[in-house]
Every structure is written in C-alpha cells, then in structure tokens.
C-alpha cells in the first residue's frame, strides 16, 4: 500500500502478548506498541485528527499557527502535522522534556518555548497551559490545542485505538490497563469498547504526584505521565480503579520490559508493567487484559535507561521490588 503522507501511516499498530513478562498461564496480556507510529508516539493519533478536523471543518487554515502545552510526544506528531499541511506551530515545553524531543521539534520546524517556573502545584503543566493560551489570546491566526479540554482528543482515540482493538482481539477483554495524562487515550478506548464488553473493568495507571484522582501534588520526573491539573474532558465514570506508580518504579518497571520482551519503551510503560504487576497478583482466575505501550524509549536513553539518572531517583523515592512479584 502506498500512502500520500506519513500522516496517513498513523495507526494499525501490532498487538503483542506478553507472555515473557507475564508467563502465568491463566493471565493474557496483550499490549499495542503505539510506540510504532510514525512520529514515536500514540499523541500521533490526535495530532492528525485535531489538524485535519480543523481544516475539514474552517477552524484551521493552511498559513495559520497552532500551539499547545506539551512535554514532547504531542509536540513531534504535531509539528510534523503542521508542516505536511502548511500551519506554523509553537510548542511550549519545560525542563523535564527529554532532549531527544526538544531535537525533534527543532528538526520538524516547531518554535519551541520553554517554561522555567514551576506553577501552584509543583510542576509546569498549568504555567505551560497559560503560556499556550496567552499565546492564542487576541490572535485570529493562532489557535490553541487545548489537548486537556479538547473533544477531538478522546474522540481520535475512540475512532482509531479502540476500533482497532475490536479488530485485533478475539473474544471478550476483561480488562483495560494504560497510563492517563489528559485521561483522551483511556476513555476514548474505553468507550468504544464498552460499546462491545459493557462489563470491561477499566484501569487508570497515574503517577505518584499526579492530581487527576484526588491525591496530593509533588514533584512528578517522567515526562507525558500523570497530571499537574484535572483535564476538563476527564469523567470519572470511565475508570474503574487507580493504581498510582512512582517513578522509580515506573523507571524499574521500563528495565524489565527490555529485559523480558526485548521492548524499549517510555516511562509511563514501565508504569504499566509495575501496574499489571499489583493488579495480576491479586486476580483469582483467567484474564485478559488490554494495555499499550506510548512511546519509544530511545528519547529517554539519558534519563530512564541512563543508570546514574535511575539511581539518583531510586535515592529520592523509595520503590517496590519487582523481583518479589511473580
């Protein structure tokens, strides 16, 4: 098949069973490598859905500029969205984006601005947030993403992530495990496959320091996992249960991916490793359950897979022994 653009080659990413990671026999575990988009990241999907929805429906025009708080994935896809449909794009980023993403936005043509102060909560999402808007403030040519508050988020993952899943899977799914930031990716996917298994229990993998469930804010190491502010689209009646992973454990959670599976991923995936972990211990019975892997781990190869970045933070916050968990 021959495509008119790397936005079109968005999607259609494998399914794979984790067997060497989870060998017990009664528990399934399948996890799509959203990794394998074309621009790193599952934020591919909607960067091209919010970028083609605009100029479908008026909202963007070619010439115009977009603009969004991001610490990096959603940045790359849209920038790369931007320019093969001839917008200008502003990326507003802080010190905890990995420099591997901070090269690609400047190689995919983003002006990007970088925030240094940390807000009210101890991180830099909602100073990020205000920057971005106040960008867009007064501007008829610039329009902001707004990815917490925008429909078309979860909306992108509905249409794509949990559709393909339905494809891709044979029989019923008994359980969705996937880390939140905006919360879009979770409830877009639940949604479309409760349509199908309204018994599904959903499960939302967040960060320690992360205030979407109502626990307390503190300084949060991994990029594009967990939340300084609640997303206005987040409804709490799409989770199920919470399970809150610290970076330490996230960061333990990534070695072990590599380690079992041969995959290099993210840190929010090795969130959902220690997540799967905690909760298949407790299972009484057969499963199957639903995951996916964000992004790749190649841009975190100077923090999470670096060992003196890993230890450092392994000093800070204490951490599970994963070797302890069958």
């Given amino acids: 098949m021959t495509h008119e653009s790397v936005l079109d080659c968005v999607g259609a990413t494998p399914l794979v069973r984790l067997r060497r990671c989870f060998p017990h026999s009664e528990w399934e575990v399948l996890a799509k490598l959203e990794m394998l988009n074309p621009c790193g990241s599952m934020k591919d999907r909607p960067a091209r859905h919010i970028v083609e929805q605009g100029l479908h429906d008026g909202t963007l025009a070619p010439g115009m500029r977009i603009v969004e708080s991001t610490s990096g994935n959603l940045g790359v896809a849209l920038a790369v969205a931007a320019r093969t449909r001839g917008l200008s794009f502003t990326a507003v980023v802080d010190p905890n984006t990995s420099p591997a993403n901070l090269r690609l936005l400047d190689l995919f043509g983003a002006d990007v601005d970088m925030v240094t102060d940390q807000d009210e909560a101890g991180g830099y999402l909602q100073a990020r947030v205000r920057r971005a808007q106040a960008h867009a403030a007064g501007d008829p040519n610039v329009v902001w993403v707004n990815q917490y508050a925008n429909e078309r988020n979860w909306r992108a993952y509905y249409d794509t992530l949990g559709a393909e899943i339905l494809q891709q899977v044979d029989g019923p799914i008994d359980y969705l495990v996937a880390p939140v930031s905006t919360t879009g990716s979770l409830q877009g996917t639940a949604r479309r496959l409760r349509e199908v298994y309204p018994g599904l229990t ?41 399970i809150h992973v610290a970076d330490p454990d996230s960061t333990a959670g990534c070695r072990r991916l590599v380690e079992t599976e041969g995959l290099l991923a993210g840190g929010s995936s090795g969130a959902v490793i220690t997540a799967l972990h905690q909760l298949l211990g407790r299972l009484r019975g057969p499963a199957r359950v639903v995951t996916w892997f964000p992004d790749r781990g190649e841009r975190y190869l100077d923090t999470i897979y670096d060992d003196a970045w890993a230890a450092e933070l392994k000093r800070d916050v204490p951490r599970a022994d994963l070797a302890d968990i069958p």
């Fill in 202 to 242: 959903v499960v939302a993998v967040d960060a320690v320091g992360s205030v979407i469930f109502g626990a307390p804010p503190a300084e949060r190491r991994i990029p594009g996992f967990g939340a300084s502010r609640v997303p206005e689209i987040f409804d709490q009646d799409d989770v199920d249960e919470v």
